[in-house]
């Protein structure tokens, strides 16, 4: 399976975007993508994750009411809305595929991952 994450860029505090994954080469049906971020000096963390019914969902606490998470599987792409964006945000933001759907989709269980897009936020 391949994954390309797009869509990220630079804007202020406050500001919203929207970053794609577009997933290729899996053959098997069912699958879970999940976005994770990794800001300088920091450990990777979960954001979001979709399984690919869109029927289980989850969000990390600090992003909450803020990102939505969704797919469009006639186009094998899986999107992030971010609103009300923080300079806390700021961060290459990752998208990542599994198998199984796991509560709080750590990030462990992630096999395979895209390449990153970066995230600025100014205060």
């Known amino acids: 399976v391949q994954l390309q994450a797009f869509g990220g860029g630079s804007v202020q505090a406050g500001g919203s975007l929207r970053l794609s994954c577009a997933v290729s080469g899996w053959t098997k049906g069912y699958y879970v993508i999940g976005w994770f971020r990794q800001a300088p000096g920091k450990e990777r963390e979960g954001v979001s994750c979709i399984n690919s019914s869109g029927g289980n969902s989850y969000y990390a606490d600090s992003v909450k009411g803020r990102f939505t998470i969704s797919r469009d599987n006639a186009k094998n792409t899986v999107y992030l809305q971010m609103e009300s964006l923080k300079p806390e945000g700021t961060a290459v933001y990752y998208c990542?595929?599994?198998?199984?759907?796991?509560?709080?989709?750590?990030?462990?269980?992630?096999?395979?991952w895209g390449q990153g897009t970066l995230v600025t936020v100014s205060s």
């Open positions: 990542a595929h599994d198998k199984l759907w796991q509560i709080a989709c750590p990030r462990a269980s992630f096999a395979s």
